[in-house]
Antibody, heavy 121, light 111 residues
Framework: QIQLVQSGAEVKKPGASVKVSCKASGYKFATSRINWVRQAPGQGLEWMGWISIADGDTNYAPKIHDRVTMTTRTSTSTAYMELKSLTSDDTAVYYCVREFSNSEGNWFDTWGQGTRVTVSS | QSVLTQPPSVSGAPGQSVTISCTGG?????????VHWYQHLPGTAPKLLVY???RRPSGVPDRFSGSKSATSASLAISGLQAEDEADYYC???????????FGTGTKVTVL
């Protein structure tokens, strides 16, 4: 079955960077985009951006576009999300999500288990 | 930022029906983009509940149904069960922000 497995929880100090990995299995990795979504404590779901596996094209949410970098390593079917200059507002659970696409549209059909990132001094 | 507005909470007794609204605008739902719904139980990853306005993935009970009209969409839950207590999010593409965005989220409480 299609699965996304993310790396473990992280604790970082303000100003540091964090890099979360997401290993895909059960489908052809290059056929979909991987999106990243986060949820801060007590808040809703926030879309962060996507990366197209086939050509490496990216689209980042305006709020964080200058601090986030999404990459992939196709040889291991793994996607990465790096967020720099962390503040306490970046404390959240981060999800990688597969975007399914067909003639009816695009939606998020498979989610990783989530990675908790805590930013604290 | 959220471009899709949902009521913060809805509630109903077991067996009753509830409806969650998702209000957008001319750059998302009104532009013809599909609306998708996700169920988020505490401590778990969100789960796709409805896609392309009205379609259900296999395994999702037909108690869940989606609809769309003009610049808004709705998710209806009939025969409410205790296990339906969760947060629900709508999602659509927005062409002014050039990305997929989530609604503000609705907490469903089973009384």
């Amino acid at each position: 079955q299609i699965q996304l497995v993310q790396s473990g929880a992280e604790v970082k100090k303000p100003g540091a960077s964090v890099k979360v990995s997401c290993k895909a299995s059960g489908y052809k990795f290059a056929t979909s985009r991987i999106n990243w979504v986060r949820q801060a404590p007590g808040q809703g779901l926030e879309w962060m951006g996507w990366i197209s596996i086939a050509d490496g094209d990216t689209n980042y949410a305006p709020k964080i576009h200058d601090r986030v970098t999404m990459t992939t390593r196709t040889s291991t079917s793994t996607a990465y999300m790096e967020l720099k200059s962390l503040t306490s507002d970046d404390t959240a659970v981060y999800y990688c999500v597969r975007e399914f696409s067909n003639s009816e549209g695009n939606w998020f059909d498979t989610w990783g288990q989530g990675t908790r990132v805590t930013v604290s001094s | 930022q959220s471009v899709l507005t949902q009521p913060p909470s809805v509630s109903g007794a077991p067996g009753q029906s509830v409806t969650i609204s998702c209000t957008g605008g001319s750059s998302n739902i009104g532009a013809g983009y599909g609306v998708h719904w996700y169920q988020h139980l505490p401590g778990t990853a969100p789960k796709l509940l409805v896609y392309a306005d009205t379609r259900r993935p296999s395994g999702v009970p037909d108690r869940f149904s989606g609809s769309k009209s003009a610049t808004s969409a709705s998710l209806a839950i009939s025969g409410l069960q205790a296990e339906d207590e969760a947060d629900y999010y709508c999602q659509s593409y927005d062409n002014s922000l050039s990305g997929p965005y989530f609604g503000t989220g609705t907490k469903v409480t089973v009384l």
